[in-house]
């Protein structure tokens, strides 16, 4: 089993929609989780930290489910400039390394 | 924008020779990181450094090796490239002066391409 897990899609949805992600860890010690956003051929860029309580940013939102060792990325009213692969990151535990997923890709159609 | 700058962006080379890779920053971040990103396999450490001199290997360091002689520099040798490093190659930075990689910053990637 990979350590970081991502359905790797594609999930294609209209302009408007509500689509949600989910990310699953293996290592129960894991603290610092983050999603990143990379667009075709550029490089991966931080989009938001996930946290114990949960988080949003506009039409973003992120949660973390320790339980089942899973984190979410929610986008509501998905734009046609959102369509791009987001890679969940996790630590093994604190101060070690990030692992990445490979990605989920998004395309949203109009 | 975290002044990172990574060269050359793209790279033809033939298996056996020697290439390296350079990243380089502006800001005096501590910490540096070389990734590499391969289609089902996604981003995977390769070394990382945190401090001038003082490097580590990451999950993929075997055929690498890094240095790092000023802040500002950190290079990634493959001392005789094979065809599985064809790869693109992404050099990174945290800004949070920890090992935590929170805001890591990446570069703008090196396609490599071994032949």
């Known amino acids: 089993r990979k350590e970081v897990e991502q359905d790797p899609g594609p999930f294609n949805v209209p302009e408007g929609a509500t689509v949600a992600f989910n990310c699953t860890y293996s290592n129960s010690a894991s603290q610092s989780f983050f999603w990143y956003r990379q667009d075709c051929r550029k490089e991966p860029k931080l989009l938001m930290s996930v946290y114990s309580s949960g988080n949003e940013d506009g039409r973003f939102t992120a949660q973390l489910n320790r339980a089942s060792q899973y984190i979410s990325l929610l986008i509501r009213d998905s734009k046609l400039s959102d369509s791009a692969t987001y890679l969940c990151?996790?630590?093994?535990?604190?101060?070690?390394?990030?692992?990445f997923g490979g990605g989920t890709r998004l395309m949203v159609k109009p | 924008d975290a002044g990172i700058t990574q060269s050359p962006r793209h790279k033809v080379t033939e298996t056996g020779t020697p290439v390296t890779l350079r990243c380089h920053q502006t800001e005096n971040h501590r910490y540096m990181y070389w990734y590499r990103q391969d289609p089902g396999h996604g981003l995977r450490l390769i070394h990382y450094s945190y401090g001038v001199k003082d490097t580590d290997k990451g999950e993929v360091s075997d055929g690498y090796s890094v240095s790092r002689s000023k802040t500002e520099d950190f290079l990634l040798t493959l001392e005789s490239a094979t065809s599985s490093q064809t790869s693109v190659y992404f050099c990174a930075i945290s800004t949070t002066g920890t090992l935590d990689n929170e805001k890591l910053f990446f570069g703008s990637g090196t396609q490599l391409s071994v032949l």
């Open positions: 990151a996790v630590n093994k535990h604190a101060g070690n390394m990030l692992t």
